[in-house]
């Protein structure tokens, strides 16, 4: 009994009993637990905010980190003059704070991306190092050489680390960039949308006036297809775990 008082009593002093003491550590335990990574990977500053800016929203509001992952600085090599890289990637930081994520770059070039083995490589490293439990990339089926370079160097470390984070592919532009996309899972951004809209016209030096009507466009046809006013469509590979979009 002096055991167990002497116990309560430095419970007591520290401001909790015992057994709320353990539910704490508990609740704290369980919550770190659910905690994902989650990468969304884009071909230029601005892709991934265009594509998934309400979803992203959506997870880093639950508590979960959110990690930007542009495959280029918005740069072009053989451009003369004034490199447009410093611009491009303060207003992809700007977006992220919009969003609560974190923006990272894959070091290649806009305009001139590359898959070769080197580069899958490369990437591969730079998710392995992330480990995430979620990942994004853009639909293969893409106008712009940017878009499916990246969705490729995705696809193969997928496949390097096990097929074992969820893989999801979203659109950008429908019709404009991406074809052929057809949504088998969608995420209600209704309340979200306003911050995506935000986080896009970060991007001030890329005309988001008129990008940003097109996704409208499509995150409203989206809506209109799940039942709610504002929505974000995605493919999810049939061998990846079917777990972590914010569907709750």
Request: charged letters at 20%; glycine letters at 8%.
């Amino acid at each position: 009994m002096l055991r167990k008082a002497g116990l309560m009593s430095t419970s007591v002093a520290a401001g909790l009993p015992l057994g709320l003491a353990a539910a704490q550590n508990q609740t704290d335990s369980a919550r770190d637990a659910l905690k994902l990574k989650v990468i969304v990977t884009g071909g230029h500053p601005g892709d991934p905010e265009y594509g998934c800016g309400g979803t992203v929203a959506r997870y880093t509001d639950l508590g979960h980190e959110v990690v930007l992952l542009y495959l280029n600085r918005g740069d072009w090599p053989d451009q003369t003059g004034q490199d447009p890289s410093a611009v491009r990637v303060a207003e992809a930081t700007k977006a992220c704070e919009i969003l609560k994520a974190r923006p990272e770059f894959a070091g290649q070039h806009d305009g001139k991306a590359i898959v070769d083995q080197a580069h899958y490589d490369a990437f591969h490293r730079l998710l392995e190092a992330e480990q995430p439990q979620v990942v994004f990339a853009h639909w293969p089926i893409d106008n712009h050489a940017d878009h499916r370079a990246i969705s490729m160097l995705v696809y193969e470390a997928w496949l390097r680390m096990g097929r074992k984070f969820a893989l999801y592919y979203y659109e950008v532009s429908n019709g404009e960039d991406t074809l052929q996309f057809a949504p088998t899972y969608y995420v209600d951004i209704s309340h979200t949308e306003p911050r995506k809209k935000l986080a896009c016209y970060a991007h001030a030096s890329q005309a988001p006036d008129r990008f940003y009507n097109l996704q409208e466009m499509v995150t409203r046809m989206r809506g209109i297809e799940s039942g709610h006013k504002h929505a974000e469509g995605y493919i999810r590979h049939v061998q990846s775990p079917d777990f972590g979009l914010p569907l709750a």
